[in-house]
């Protein structure tokens, strides 16, 4: 007879090898919802290595939920740049405020009322509920999916078997000990139950999993093929002042890196730009003879494109700088003041890419 998967087998392993993690509680410790609430922000998308400074950072900064809410939105992108998905700073940000401001401080512990919260979707409602307020939820990140799907052999791929992954995610969750239970299958999928080379040997379930019995586990879970990104080409307007001070403009709230600081540029698109056709597209008026095309290219990729930048530099006069900076959203910053700035780690490429090739 095959062994039933038993949440007891994983708690009894979480309870010797669970991760020591900056924003998780030691045994016996109750979760701050605030630590949490900012980690699971900080890790939708992004690994636990590269939020661990950024999370230690903030924490620092800004130690309650208050403090944050009190915060200037741009300090706030500021000292988020880096982390990609700008949005997620904002709503932490709006989200900090309605908390403060309408809730007295305090994270409500059922998972309607947190999916009510700027940014909160219910991955992270169902996590919060179970990490910080031990109630029963069901937790279901990427993690929780590629170790259902494996411990019970589902061929579906995903997204198409997310409402079964679900379900059956929802009939291992106990009543007892949720929150250690949440975080004990994020542990298995983070350190054993890994995408690639699953270490079935170390597993507590390693005799209900259906994956491994029938040997398809790195197989699992099965995914839909992936569109090729297309490729997006655009020209940096790189500006400099008499006194070195270099043009920025803030974006729009909306949209792709809403409300971060860049180099202006031309907008992205799917042909080679001609540098007649990028020079009007500079904040301030240059004459063509003005413009020095700088040699590389910048290469990022985003979660739907992959964007190729060439950069033409010219400088200008005083009354030049002084109408642009009259424009709404455009600063002159100097180069050692840009750390001061919400600058998204493309736009930080850009700098260095100048700086580099010695404008
Ligand atoms: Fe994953 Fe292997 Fe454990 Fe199955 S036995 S859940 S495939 S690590």
């Given at each position: ?73 741009d300090?706030?992108?500021t ?160 500006l400099t002042r008499?006194d070195?001070a270099i043009l920025l403009r803030r974006r ?7 409300g971060m600081m860049e180099v202006p ?18 904040p301030v ?36 700088a002084e109408a642009a900076a009259e424009k709404p959203d455009h600063y002159w910053v100097h180069l050692?003041a840009m750390?001061e700035h919400p600058l998204?780690?493309?736009m ?12």
């Amino acid at each position: 007879m095959v062994a039933q998967a038993r949440a007891k087998d994983l708690l009894d392993w979480y309870d010797r090898h669970r991760r020591r993690l900056p924003w998780r509680a030691l045994p016996g410790e109750i979760s701050d919802p605030y630590a949490l609430w900012l980690s699971e922000v900080m890790l939708q998308q992004t690994t636990v290595t590269a939020v661990i400074p950024y999370f230690e950072n903030f924490l620092s900064r800004w130690p309650t939920v208050q403090a944050l809410a009190s915060a200037h939105l741009d300090d706030v992108l500021t000292q988020w740049a880096g982390l990609g998905y700008y949005a997620r700073a904002r709503n932490l940000h709006a989200c900090a405020r309605v908390i403060s401001e309408t809730l007295e401080g305090s994270f409500p512990d059922d998972e309607e009322a947190l999916i009510r919260l700027p940014g909160i979707g219910s991955y992270t409602a169902a996590a919060i509920v179970a990490i910080a307020f031990d109630h029963r939820a069901v937790v279901v990140d990427g993690n929780v999916e590629r170790v259902m799907a494996r411990l019970h052999a589902v061929e579906d791929p995903l997204p198409q078997s997310k409402p079964r992954l679900k379900k059956l995610a929802d009939v291992l969750t106990p009543a007892k000990r949720p929150g250690d239970y949440a975080q004990a299958v994020m542990d298995l999928g983070a350190t054993v139950c890994t995408p690639k080379s699953p270490s079935c040997v170390l597993c507590p379930w390693q005799k209900p999993c259906a994956a491994r019995r029938l040997g398809v586990a790195e197989t699992l879970p099965r995914k839909l093929p992936k569109k090729a990104k297309p490729n997006r080409k655009g020209v940096c307007l790189w500006l400099t002042r008499p006194d070195g001070a270099i043009l920025l403009r803030r974006r729009p709230e909306k949209g792709l890196l809403g409300g971060m600081m860049e180099v202006p540029s031309t907008p992205w698109g799917d042909q080679e730009w001609r540098r007649q056709d990028a020079h009007p597209h500079a904040p301030v008026t240059v004459a063509p003879s003005k413009w020095t095309s700088l040699p590389g290219l910048i290469a990022h990729t985003f979660t739907h494109f992959h964007l190729e930048l060439h950069v033409e530099a010219a400088s200008v006069t005083v009354r030049r700088a002084e109408a642009a900076a009259e424009k709404p959203d455009h600063y002159w910053v100097h180069l050692d003041a840009m750390g001061e700035h919400p600058l998204p780690s493309l736009m930080r490429k850009v700098v260095k890419h100048v700086v580099k090739v010695g404008y």
